[in-house]
């Protein structure tokens, strides 16, 4: 595998992961609110697709761990991956919660393009 494969797959991977978190940080009600404002809260069907969505960006993030890594060490690299996108939402819904979509569907655009990038490579 080259470099830039494996480049390009622990990028999907970190953005699937960012993405799945900020959708599941947007479905829950009080992080909801911190975005759009007081007494705000998602519909049901919205609440619904952003939990889809959550587990669809960890599932993909885990599937580009362990096509980097293998199956013994991807699931410690999805781990790693976890880890630092967590400390993002964290440090982005506490710091600059106004960003937090924005962050979200950037993520979500840059695993999609480093995934397109491994299938062409």
């Known amino acids: 595998m080259s470099g830039m494969h494996e480049c390009l797959l622990a ?3 970190l953005g699937a992961a960012l993405a799945g978190f900020v959708s599941l940080s947007l ?6 609110e911190q975005l759009h404002g007081r007494g705000s809260e998602p519909r049901p069907a919205l609440k619904r697709w952003l939990h889809v969505g959550g587990i669809a960006g960890l599932a993909v993030s885990l599937l580009a761990c362990i096509a980097l890594r293998g199956a013994g060490q991807g699931w410690v690299a999805w781990a ?42």
Not at 27 to 32: F, G, Q, Y
Not at 95 to 117: E, F
Request: glycine letters at 12%; a positive charge.
């Open 11 to 13: 990028l999907a991977g």
């Open 27 to 32: 479905a829950m009600d009080r992080h909801w």
């Open 80 to 121: 790693g991956m976890l880890t630092v996108a967590a400390v993002a939402m964290a440090m982005m819904l506490t710091y600059a919660t106004r960003g937090v979509a924005r962050l979200g569907m950037g993520a979500a655009a840059v695993s999609l393009l480093s995934l397109i990038g491994t299938a062409a490579t």
